[in-house]
C-alpha cells in the first residue's frame, strides 16, 4: 500500500498557507445571528494586536499619585538612591510631576518600559492616626498589641502575613500565630499551622451563603458543630516566631452549658466550661508549657463558635484575616455589636485592609460605588475599634496580555485612584502596593525574576513574593512612625 503520510503533511502546509491569507480579507458578515469577523492567526506572536485605545490609562491616578508625594514630606524615604532624588526634585522644582513626565515619553516605550522588583514607598494620607500604635510598640514587653489583617486571596495561607508577623514578633516579642478558624479554606497551603478537622460542622461567611442569617464573627465567619466535632491546630518550624504556644484561646457565643475538651500534643487533656449568653465571650487555658499542638472537640449544636488563638506571652500579634474572592465590602456585613464584643478580646490596635483586585471590572468601570462602600466599611470598623489606627493597602500590578507582552489591566490603574480617594476620604492611611512593585508593568519582572516572586497567572505572588512585600510594608510601617 502507498504511504500517503506525505499528502497529510502537504494538505497541512496548504490549509495554513490558505488561513493565514484569509486572514487578509475582511469580514464583517451575519449569518443566522452569528457575527463573523477576521482572524489574525499568528495574534499571539504580535506585538501590537490590539488597539493602543483598548490600553489607554487614567491619567489622573498619575496626578494625584504624584501630587499625594509632594504634599507628604513627612514620610519620604532616606533609602532613595540620591539619582532618583535629585531627578524627582528638579522636575518638580520646573513644575512637572515625575509621573507627568514619563507620561510625556513615547507611548509605547512607556506601555513596554521596563519596571524594578520593588522599590521604596512611604505610608502615606493620615499618618498622625497611626500615634496610638506606634506609641502601644513601646509597651509591647509588658502586655499584646495586635494588628489584624483584612484581605481577598493574596493573604490566604497566611501570605504576606506570615512574614509581617515575624518582623513584628523578632523586634517586639509575642510568640503564635493568634486567630484561627475552626475550620479553613486554605488548609492545603498555609505557611504557618498544619490544621485538620471533621466533616461535620454547619459553616456560614460573609464570602458565601448565609442563608439563616448567623452572627458571624469577626473573621467573617461563624462554625456550628453538627455532632462529634474536632479540630487539630499543629505548628511547624518553618517561622521561628510561632513554631510553639504557650497559651490558647477560643471565642464563642450563644453557648448552652457543657464542655469543650482540649488535648495538648496529644497528651495533657482538659475541659473547658462554657457559660451560657448571647455574647460574645472567650475561654482562656494556660498550657504552662511550650506546646506545638491542640485538639479541641465539641459536641451537637453546644454553641456557636468563631474561632481559637494560639499566643505566647507579651508582644506583638498578627491575625490573618482571608476573605477569598471578596473586595471587601462585606466587612460591613459584621454587626457592630459582634464587633464591639470582640474588641473586649481582640482590641487591635491597627487595622489593615488589602483588598480591591476582586472590585475591578472593565477598562470602563466607575468606582463610585466602591468609594462609597469602603468609606462606610472603614467607619464601621472605627466605631467598634476606636482605639485601632487603619491603613488602607492600594491592589498590586495585575498584567494582561497586550500581543506578545504582559502590560498593567488599565482597569487596576483606574481602580487605583478610587482607593486613593477612600483613604482621603476616610482621612487614614494609605501605602501604595502598586508603586512599591516597581509601578506600571511591574507585574511580569517579579513573574521572570529569578527566583521567581508572582505566578504566571501574572496576578498572585508566590512565597518568596510575598515574603519581599511584606518586608517592604513592615519597613513602610516603622517608617511612618519616626
Avoid: C
Amino acid at each position: 500500500m502507498k504511504n500517503r503520510a506525505n499528502d497529510i503533511l502537504k494538505i497541512l502546509i496548504i490549509s495554513v498557507i490558505f488561513l493565514y491569507a484569509f486572514s487578509f480579507v475582511p469580514i464583517d458578515y451575519e449569518i443566522i445571528g452569528l457575527k463573523l469577523h477576521s482572524v489574525d492567526l499568528f495574534s499571539d506572536l504580535t506585538k501590537e494586536s490590539e488597539s493602543d485605545e483598548e490600553f489607554q490609562y487614567d491619567e489622573d491616578y498619575f496626578k494625584m499619585e504624584d501630587d499625594f508625594f509632594k504634599t507628604d514630606d513627612s514620610t519620604e524615604s532616606n533609602d532613595t538612591s540620591e539619582d532618583i532624588i535629585l531627578l524627582e526634585n528638579n522636575v518638580n522644582l520646573a513644575g512637572i510631576g515625575l509621573g507627568n513626565l514619563l507620561k510625556e515619553l513615547d507611548n509605547d516605550f512607556y506601555f513596554f518600559a521596563p519596571a524594578m522588583q520593588g522599590k521604596d514607598e512611604p505610608i502615606r494620607g493620615n499618618t498622625a492616626q497611626l500615634r496610638k500604635f506606634f506609641n502601644e510598640l513601646k509597651n509591647s514587653k509588658s502586655k499584646i498589641i495586635r494588628i489584624a489583617h483584612y484581605g481577598d486571596s493574596a493573604i490566604e495561607g497566611d501570605l504576606i502575613t506570615a512574614d509581617l508577623r515575624q518582623e513584628f514578633q523578632r523586634k517586639y516579642g509575642g510568640e503564635g500565630v493568634g486567630f484561627l478558624g475552626l475550620t479553613s479554606q486554605d488548609t492545603k497551603f498555609r505557611q504557618t499551622t498544619t490544621q485538620r478537622f471533621s466533616n461535620n460542622w454547619e459553616t456560614a461567611a460573609i464570602y458565601s451563603n448565609n442563608p439563616k442569617n448567623l452572627p458571624v464573627g469577626i473573621s467573617g465567619e461563624i462554625f456550628i458543630p453538627e455532632g462529634n466535632s474536632w479540630v487539630e491546630f499543629e505548628t511547624n518550624r518553618r517561622y521561628r516566631t510561632v513554631k510553639s504556644f504557650t497559651r490558647f484561646r477560643i471565642f464563642y457565643s450563644h453557648a448552652k452549658a457543657s464542655d469543650v475538651k482540649y488535648t495538648i500534643d496529644g497528651s495533657q487533656n482538659g475541659t473547658i466550661k462554657l457559660r451560657p449568653g448571647n455574647g460574645i465571650q472567650e475561654a482562656v487555658v494556660e498550657v504552662g508549657k511550650n506546646a506545638t499542638k491542640l485538639r479541641l472537640e465539641f459536641i451537637k449544636e453546644q454553641a456557636y463558635f468563631y474561632g481559637a488563638s494560639l499566643e505566647g506571652g507579651n508582644g506583638v500579634y498578627v491575625d490573618n484575616l482571608p476573605l477569598r474572592g471578596n473586595s471587601g465590602v462585606d466587612l460591613k456585613n459584621i454587626s457592630t455589636d459582634v464587633m464591639r464584643d470582640f474588641a473586649k478580646y481582640l482590641d487591635y490596635n491597627l487595622i489593615i485592609l488589602e483588598f480591591g483586585l476582586n472590585a475591578a471590572g472593565s477598562i470602563t468601570s466607575r468606582y463610585d460605588w466602591y468609594e462609597r462602600e469602603m468609606v462606610a466599611v472603614i467607619k464601621h470598623l472605627q466605631s467598634a475599634f476606636p482605639n485601632a489606627g487603619i491603613l488602607l493597602i492600594s491592589a498590586h500590578d495585575k498584567s494582561v496580555r497586550k500581543g506578545s507582552q504582559f502590560v498593567t489591566d488599565p482597569a487596576v490603574v483606574t481602580l487605583l485612584k478610587s482607593q486613593m480617594n477612600i483613604a482621603k476620604s476616610a482621612d487614614i492611611a494609605f501605602w501604595n502596593m502598586f508603586e512599591a512593585m516597581g509601578g506600571l508593568n511591574s507585574m511580569p519582572t517579579w513573574v521572570d525574576a529569578n527566583p521567581p516572586l508572582a505566578f504566571k497567572d501574572y496576578i498572585h505572588f508566590n512565597g518568596q513574593g510575598a515574603e519581599k512585600i511584606a518586608g517592604m510594608l513592615f519597613d513602610s510601617i516603622m517608617g511612618a512612625g519616626k
